[in-house]
């Protein structure tokens, strides 16, 4: 009796499981729980988890960037580089060294295209430097802001960031801190899109 309930048991997890499993693959994206807050109550937050040297963050970028144009209202996006390791983190502080200068619409294609293309090595501050300042920021306002207290208080709370939502890899889109989505759960990185709008819509109503 006691080896019955077990192999019972057993079978509901799994089955358990395996439907939420089914339902994440038909739905083409995983419910986050618990639900993680957003930074403004009266936007759709939209964040997208990504780094310079994946190849797939780069094919999607032409995606995002087309969306960005027609992007309802009411949808506040934020990128959001990923660090799991020391050049991720490298990049993530390249990317917030460029926030913080106001020039993140003017670089960031670029050095996209610098590390995939290009097969450029930027990691140093002294490489980075270089790459901004060939990009119409002074060199001096460079060193600032990549040594200032907002870009290192951004880059430590980096680290962090994708275990909250359960982001393992990228690309990865947040949709209201209660949705992700990605290419392998919406089955191509086109369709990551048409998930992100439905959700858009759903957390719309």
Known sequence: MLFKKMFQSGLFISLFFFAALV??????YETITPPQPTQNKDKIEVIEFFWYGCPHCYHLEPSI?????TKPKNVEFIRQPAVFNKVWGDHAKAFFTAEALGVVEKIHADFF???QNKEQKLETE????KFFVAHG???SAFHAAYNSFLVDAKF???GGMAARYGVTGVPALIINGKYKTTGPLAKSQDNMITVMDELIKKESK
Do not use: F, T
Request: hydrophobic share 45%; no cysteine; aromatic share 4%.
């Open 23 to 28: 339902s994440a693959e038909e739905v083409g």
């Open 65 to 69: 960037a087309k969306w960005l144009k």
């Open 113 to 115: 295209d610098a590390i």
């Open 126 to 129: 002294d490489q980075l430097a």
């Open 137 to 139: 920021v002074e060199e």
């Open 156 to 158: 430590r709370q980096a």
